[in-house]
Structures are given as structure tokens and as C-alpha cells.
């Protein structure tokens, strides 16, 4: 299956994306001190096709991250339904992480992935109110890793939209470390009440054993958790993986419409995940409630731009 390999040539830190499984970057590695980190987790032989889409890498979730209970909402007075597909029957994670995407500009350092719901995956629009344009920029720059979203909107009518990436963070990131030496933290506070992964619609304070903000050990914790009210000093965030035996961070750097962040360890992996989402998990349903969710509308002709950011090298002081 092709892969697309994209290097900067001052460091040779390199990514691999897969644009025909959802132009997904199941490869990071950073050049360090002679050798490199691996930054991002993949099942073997995920490259080859046949593995679970949501599984490996970075599963690029739009136009709704996470789930919509029982696939079911209403939009504009028109309802919706679209096949369930986790084990409770809800819709999960958009239409756009397990089919291909067309590669529409390429250079050595970059590359750009386009997905158009109606060019790309006909049978499903009918499942969503508006067609959709998705444009995803891979680009390295040093030991960064930044990946630029524009959302535009070719349809007549309004385009309902929320947005969300599954990065998948390979543990540890020294040779020598261990996966229970490796902390995370991230400015979040609070988190939505969940059952059966489904927000409840109450916020409350994170509890104490998962307070990313004082840094957790993923290796002693079950992560689940969908996470709100998103701390910023400035224009942007950060969440972090430390290894401190090794002397090395992963930072995940995003802009605060990235209002809510998923923590996740996946069972039986060296990994942890955290996934930056611009709503939370149902959103299109909360907010017909009548809660505040980030759920977004983009008018007709119109465009929207986002980035989000990875780095990696030794542990910022």
C-alpha cells in the first residue's frame, strides 16, 4: 500500500502517512543525540491495510469526534441516522479515518491530504445534513510535526462540524525506560460524566487520581475520560509526555478551540492517548439540549483553519 515519507533535511526527523487508510501519520520519528524517537504508536503491519482504522497513529475524526448516541440526531428539522458501529450501537468517530484520501500537493519536508464526503465517500452523504471539504497539511520542521486543517463548506446550507484527532503516544521514549517512569499532565480541570462513554450532560471537577494537571502515570491508571475546561496561558496549550529516566518529552501543542482532550489507555499497549477535540463526544445532541459544547456551523461558501502541533526532544526546564 503506498505511504508517503516526508523528512526534514536539517535534522532527518521523518513522518509516514498512509492516505489511502484515512491519510493517517502512523509514523513520527524525531532525530535526537545520534539517534531517534519514536513518537507515535502503530500495530504491526498497520501500513498493509486490514487493521482497525481507529487503531494506530493519528485517526483524523471529522465532522464528529467520538461518538453520537445510537448514530441517531436531528439537524435544520430533518432527522438523521447513521449506522451504528461500537459495541453499544453508537456512530463513532466521523466518516473519514478508514477511507482513502486524495493527495493533492507533495514535497520532500510536506504533504497534503483532501477528503470531500461526497467525492470520497458518496454512500455516507446521506448520513450527514451538508457535504464537507477536509484539507489536512502534514508539514515537518525540525522536530516538529505540525499538521494544518481547512474545513471549508461547498454546499448550500450550513455545515455542522466538530473535529478531532486519536493520536496514539508511544511508551517509553528512552531505550533504557520503563513504561510506569513516564508521566502526562495537561491543563484540563474538569470532565464530562460519562456512562457507557456517553456524556451524562454534568461537568465535575476532575477527581483527584486523573488531575492531569498535577502529571499521572498512565501505566497505574484505566483512561476513558473525556476532559474539559481547557487551561490557556496564552494562545495555545500544551499536553505532556515525560520520560524522565531518558531525559525526554513528547509536547502536543493546539489552540484552544480544542476545547475538550480525550485520555485514553488503550488495554495491552505501550501507549497512552490524547486526543484534542474541538466538542465532546455526542456534541450534536448536547447542544440541541441547549448546552455549551463547541458544536460549530460553517456557512455555505465558507472556510475554516487549525493546527495542531508535535515536538519532541529532551524535557523543557
Known amino acids: 500500500m503506498s505511504v508517503v515519507t516526508i523528512r526534514d533535511l536539517h535534522t532527518g526527523s521523518t513522518a509516514r502517512i498512509a492516505p489511502a487508510l484515512g491519510f493517517n501519520c502512523f509514523e513520527f520519528r524525531v532525530a535526537h543525540a545520534g539517534a531517534f524517537i519514536d513518537v507515535l504508536d502503530a500495530v504491526p503491519g498497520f501500513a498493509d491495510g486490514g487493521q482497525r482504522a481507529s487503531g494506530s497513529g493519528i485517526p483524523i475524526l ?64 446521506s448520513f450527514w445534513p451538508a457535504d464537507f471539504v477536509l484539507e489536512v497539511t502534514y508539514e515537518l520542521i525540525h522536530n516538529r510535526l505540525r499538521a494544518n486543517f481547512r474545513i471549508a463548506n461547498p454546499s448550500a446550507i450550513d455545515l455542522p462540524w466538530g473535529l478531532g484527532t486519536h493520536p496514539y503516544f508511544k511508551l517509553p521514549l528512552g531505550a533504557g525506560s520503563r513504561v510506569q517512569d513516564c508521566t502526562i499532565d495537561a491543563p484540563v480541570s474538569h470532565c464530562w460524566e460519562l456512562i457507557d462513554c456517553l456524556p451524562t450532560g454534568k461537568i465535575v471537577p ?72 474541538t ?39
Open 62 to 125: 471529522f465532522p464528529f469526534p467520538n461518538r453520537i448516541r445510537q448514530g441517531r440526531f436531528t439537524w435544520a428539522g430533518q432527522a438523521y441516522v447513521i449506522p451504528g458501529s461500537d459495541k453499544w450501537g453508537n456512530a463513532i468517530h466521523g466518516f473519514c479515518l478508514d477511507r482513502p484520501w486524495r493527495v493533492i500537493d507533495v514535497g520532500p519536508d510536506f504533504v497534503t491530504g483532501q477528503f470531500q464526503l461526497s467525492v470520497d465517500a458518496p454512500d455516507r452523504l
Open 206 to 277: 476532575a477527581p483527584e487520581e486523573k488531575d492531569l494537571r498535577e502529571g499521572v502515570y498512565p501505566a497505574l491508571l484505566q483512561l476513558d475520560d473525556v476532559y474539559t475546561g481547557v487551561g490557556c496561558a496564552g494562545p495555545q496549550f500544551e499536553c505532556t509526555i515525560i520520560d524522565e529516566p531518558a531525559g525526554l518529552q513528547i509536547t502536543q501543542t493546539c489552540p484552544p478551540i480544542f476545547r475538550e482532550l480525550v485520555a485514553f489507555t488503550p488495554p495491552d499497549r505501550n501507549a497512552v492517548c490524547l486526543e484534542p477535540y
Open 279 to 317: 466538542c465532546p463526544t455526542d456534541a450534536i445532541n448536547l447542544a440541541a439540549q441547549g448546552l455549551e459544547t463547541g458544536w460549530r456551523t460553517l456557512s455555505p461558501g465558507s472556510e475554516f483553519h487549525t493546527w495542531i502541533d508535535l515536538t519532541a526532544g529532551p524535557i523543557l526546564v
